[in-house]
């Protein structure tokens, strides 16, 4: 019943056997050991497995390895580059966009794509944009701050002060 | 939780699909963004042998205005729709809807055929389609059929689909002037189905007469509803404030909600009838304007 599927992940090609069965999150997490995307409820509600797939955010969780099949995926080791961290990962980083962490990779993941579609986003754009990312920490404040940060970064304007809250 | 064994293909062309319906029978199911079926296959309340997925089938993706119907192709998903120019400028009904789907990694994967293939009156969809008055084309190694979205729902999980079928498309008649639509429904949270929504279409003349109704209820009804008796009693008359009340009484009427999570049957009569009045008034704000 194995099928064979190449998939790319970070640029990186890899050839793997899987069951039709087996879901993109657990061969990413434990075929190929990048440990960075997360189970935190394994039923399409969290975001905490969110990887994207040929460019777009989805709950890897909810997806087959074979749907992946030829297709591009990035989780959040391929964030950071040579030259430093990516700058959703350093807005997080100076505006306390995360407590215990475990959200976060998902939610950079899922701003990675809302920055894409919109580079000046609002407020409100940013909560409805991570609508699907729980966090159990935060009480997401920081995490607008954060991403409104790497925003204004990616723009290449001044990033604003940062003066995080704590709730 | 992980589906159980099943074997799977993914055909690059419809008739390769027909060809696998054909040789597994029921015991096979069409894949499209999978956010219903996978969830279902996760928590064994689906089981099926073999998956066709019939993404890598080109020709699907469509979101274009045709011989007068505004056609969506059976993979288009949430997310083309709300990206799409043609809708975002046209179809504000659907801006409304897709906004309240899930959220933006589900609406990435869901499509608009799955989202009415799956025959669940909480989807928001159905509803959408029925003020629309869609007909749904459904295709099959001997040809193609059209089905008036009234006659495509049978029952829970039951649709006009049949297992050597695959739904294609969807259409919509493009509305003429003087039309307005809008959807809203009740949510406990982001990413919950729906406690009662209502979707409304109505086109008035010039004199203000309401010349065409459509109302379709979400998740107050074993299948998605048509509130027919609320058209009625707005079609060939001017809409006044007594009308619309009557319009959204008649449809808290001839709902059939369960009690549950999201609310007592009362509650939810109640639900209907304040969205069914406040989307009567949205749409005939946006035919205006
Ligand atoms: C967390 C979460 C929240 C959600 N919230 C909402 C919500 O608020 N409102 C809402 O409307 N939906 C909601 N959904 C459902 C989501 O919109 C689904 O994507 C949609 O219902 C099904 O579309 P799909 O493309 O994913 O279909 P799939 O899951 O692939 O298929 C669903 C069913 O339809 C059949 N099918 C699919 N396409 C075809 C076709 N072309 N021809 C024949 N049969 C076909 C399949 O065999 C299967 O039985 C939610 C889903 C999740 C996971
Ligand atoms: S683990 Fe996938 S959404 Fe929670
Ligand atoms: S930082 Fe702990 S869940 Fe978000």
């Avoid at chain 2, 404030?241 to 449809?251: K, S, T, V």
Wanted: with cysteine.
């Amino acid at each position: 019943m194995k099928k064979q599927i190449t998939i790319s992940v970070n640029g990186e090609k890899h050839t793997l056997e899987v069951e039709p069965r087996e879901l993109l999150v657990h061969v990413i997490r434990e075929k190929l050991r990048l440990t960075g995307t997360h189970i935190g409820c394994d039923t399409t509600s969290c975001g905490a497995c969110t990887v994207l797939l040929n460019g777009k955010s989805i709950k890897s969780c909810t997806v087959l390895a074979i749907q992946a099949d030829g297709k591009e995926v990035s989780t959040v080791e391929g964030l950071a580059t040579a030259e430093g961290l990516h700058p959703l990962q350093e807005g997080f980083k100076e505006n306390h966009g995360l407590h215990c962490g475990f959200c976060t990779p998902g939610m950079l993941m899922r701003a990675v794509e809302l920055l894409e579609h919109n580079d000046n986003p609002t407020e409100e754009e940013i909560r409805w944009g991570i609508a699907g990312n729980l966090c159990r920490c935060t009480g997401y404040n920081n995490i607008v701050k954060a991403i409104q940060y790497a925003s204004a970064k990616m723009r290449g304007e001044e990033t604003p002060s940062t003066e995080p809250e704590f709730v | 939780m992980i589906p159980a064994t099943f074997d799977y293909a993914a055909p690059a062309s419809l008739e390769e699909a027909f060809s696998l319906l054909e040789q597994h029978g029921d015991e096979a199911k069409i894949l499209a963004g999978g956010h219903s079926l996978i969830p279902m296959m996760k928590l064994r309340f689906a089981s099926p042998e073999f998956l066709i997925d019939i993404n890598n089938i080109p020709g699907l993706a469509h979101i274009k205005e045709e011989d007068g119907y505004l056609k969506i192709g059976a993979l288009a998903r949430e997310a083309d729709l709300e990206h799409s120019e043609l809708i975002r400028s046209k179809y504000p009904i659907f801006m409304d809807a897709t906004k309240l789907i899930a959220d933006p990694q589900v609406r990435n994967m869901g499509t608009v055929g799955g989202n009415i293939a799956h025959g669940d009156a909480a989807n928001d969809h159905p509803a959408v389609m029925m003020a629309l008055r869609a007909e749904v084309v459904i295709s099959s190694a001997e040809g193609q059929r059209t089905v008036p979205i009234d006659e495509f729902f049978y029952g829970f999980y039951m649709t006009a689909v049949q297992p050597n079928e695959i739904l294609t498309e969807i259409r919509i008649p493009v509305p003429g002037a003087g039309t307005g639509n809008a959807y809203h429904k009740m949510e406990r949270k982001v990413g919950d189905y729906a406690t009662a929504g209502v979707a409304v279409q109505l086109t008035l003349d010039g004199d203000g007469v309401c010349t065409y109704a459509g109302i379709g209820l979400t998740n107050v009804n074993p299948v998605p509803l048509r509130a027919a008796r609320s058209e009625e009693v707005l079609v060939g008359h001017k809409l006044d404030e007594e009308r619309i009340e009557l319009a959204g009484q008649y449809a808290s009427e001839d709902c059939n909600p369960s009690t549950d999570l999201r609310g007592d049957e009362e509650y939810k009569r109640a639900m209907v009838k304040v969205l069914t009045k406040r989307m009567i008034n949205k749409a005939i704000e946006r035919a205006k304007s």
